[in-house]
């Protein structure tokens, strides 16, 4: 597969040298319709699904559906599954890539808004924020209500992120994004954290000097699905996140 060529969306308004990312981890139930939801869209753009190690049928459901797939022969986290189709992408010369989780939360039809601004030079990088508001509402799109404990990690990290870069961030732990080819080569660094890359690069790509946008975009909450943030997860990540933001601003 090369990324080099037009992908089109039904109505041929998409045109692009882009690859959609999709890292997952035993995701078998849901990635085949993530998948088929994106080519009902856009039926010739380029998906590629890291399979993080899977111990279930992510695979050969992500197969079946018609992506490609590069498997890691164990589970390494999603910053190096990222980072595995951001080297992927670079090597087949996609100038620009959107990247969504593959358990259902992204919303497909906002892709094209992504790549778009990221096209349209209004920042290097497009980050879908659930909590801006994406145009008219309809009565199946409710507003994105994150569980009580993860409401509080997000408030206190998009404080935090809005305080260091001096301009206001609302979703800094977003995985749906858009990057043009100078970010693509920037994440595939060996400054990308390789687990829980969120609000820390967000801060890394400022300090970087790159222009970052958010873009209004809408989530689902996963309802049948236990967050990687469970468990003793959330200490961790906050230690984590916290660690890697103070190493990042001691960085010159």
């Known amino acids: 597969m090369k990324c080099l060529g037009k992908w089109l969306n039904k109505e041929g308004r998409l045109d692009h040298h882009a690859l ?22 856009f039926p010739s753009i ?11 049928d992510t695979k050969l459901r992500a197969l079946e559906a018609g992506a490609q797939v590069i498997s890691h022969p164990f589970n390494l986290g999603y910053g190096t599954a990222l980072q595995t189709g951001y080297r992927y992408a670079l090597r087949k010369g996609c100038e620009e890539i959107a990247q969504m989780d593959g ?17 349209r030079g209004e920042g290097d990088i497009a980050v879908g924020s659930r909590f801006l508001t994406p145009g008219p509402t309809r009565p199946e799109y409710l ?22 870069i001096r301009r206001k961030v609302t ?3 977003s995985g749906y994004q858009a990057m043009n080819r100078k970010v693509l080569e920037w994440v595939s660094g060996e400054k990308f954290p390789t687990d829980y890359p969120d609000a820390d690069v967000i801060i890394m790509l400022h300090r970087a000097g790159f222009r970052i946008k958010e873009v209004p975009v809408r989530m689902f909450p996963s309802k049948d699905k236990k967050s990687m943030h469970s468990g003793w997860k959330p200490v961790y990540y906050l230690f984590k996140m916290l660690l890697s933001i103070l190493v990042t601003l001691m960085r010159k």
């Open 20 to 41: 959609i990312l999709i890292p997952a981890y035993n995701e078998g139930e849901r990635i085949g319709r993530v998948i088929r939801e994106i080519k009902d869209i």
């Open 143 to 164: 507003p994105y209500r994150p569980p009580f404990l993860r409401k509080l990690g997000m408030i206190f990290f998009r404080t935090i992120t809005s305080m260091i």
């Open 46 to 56: 380029g998906i590629l699904v890291i399979d993080d190690g899977s111990k279930d």
């Open 103 to 119: 358990d259902g939360q992204h919303d497909p039809t906002f892709i094209e808004t992504l790549l778009n601004t990221v096209r």
């Open 171 to 173: 979703d800094p732990t």
